[in-house]
T-cell receptor
């Protein structure tokens, strides 16, 4: 089944404890992206990647890191999480730019930082 | 900067009612426009899109027309069902990124 998977689905952590949220897609997509969803703010893009080893900042990249060493994986890293990073996170992928190709979303990761 | 404004929810309708969710945009140039839908507990799915002025996107009974003169892309459906209950996001493209509106929650009562 073609899909985007994220792990974990739920995570509660404490301020300053490094964490990684994994994202993997099995559709051979070149474009991958991370978004955060907050009440009243909609979805905002954190980082995106046009291809392996190519990453770019989205609209809210502060406090996050990403890497794209393999085509299928695009992990989101929070080196020192803070409470304002409590949010619902979505990974997404598409064949190329989502302007042209449909973007497929993962199920989401709900992160709480205490 | 480029942005999307959509009507605040929640919107509550009875089954078989007519639906309109308003969306207007601000952008330089002529962006592509999108509607995404998020069902409870799931990620977003592309519902429809339009790439140029006067284009009409349609899917699952939903329609939206790209109106350059009013910078609008309103979502409509003639007869909603309980299964249409979801959050709907209007969006536009800027470079290689999608800019989303804040979302409109729709409740359909049986």
């Amino acid at each position: 089944e073609a899909q985007v998977t994220q792990n974990p689905r739920y995570l509660i952590t404490v301020t300053g404890k490094k964490l990684t949220v994994t994202c993997s897609q099995n559709m051979n997509h070149e474009y991958m992206s991370w978004y955060r969803q907050d009440p009243g703010l909609g979805l905002r893009q954190i980082y995106y990647s046009m291809n392996v080893e190519v990453t770019d900042k989205g609209d809210v990249p502060e406090g996050y890191k990403v890497s794209r060493k393999e085509k299928r994986n695009f992990p989101l890293i929070l080196e020192s999480p803070s409470p304002n990073q409590t949010s619902l996170y979505f990974c997404a992928s598409s064949f190329s730019t989502p302007v042209v190709n449909e973007q497929f979303f993962g199920p989401g990761t709900r992160l709480t930082v205490l | 900067g480029d942005s999307v404004t959509q009507m605040e929810g929640p919107v509550t309708l009875s089954e078989e009612a007519f639906l309109t969710i308003n969306c207007t945009y601000t952008a330089t140039g002529y962006p592509s426009l999108f509607w995404y839908v998020q069902y409870p507990g799931e990620g977003l799915q592309l519902l429809l899109k339009a790439t140029k002025a006067d284009d009409k996107g349609s899917n699952k009974g939903f329609e939206a027309t790209y109106r350059k003169e009013t910078t609008s892309f309103h979502l409509e459906k003639g007869s909603v069902q309980v299964s249409d209950s979801a959050v709907y996001f209007c969006a536009l493209d800027r470079d290689d990124k999608i800019i989303f509106g804040k979302g409109t929650r729709l409740h359909i009562l049986p």
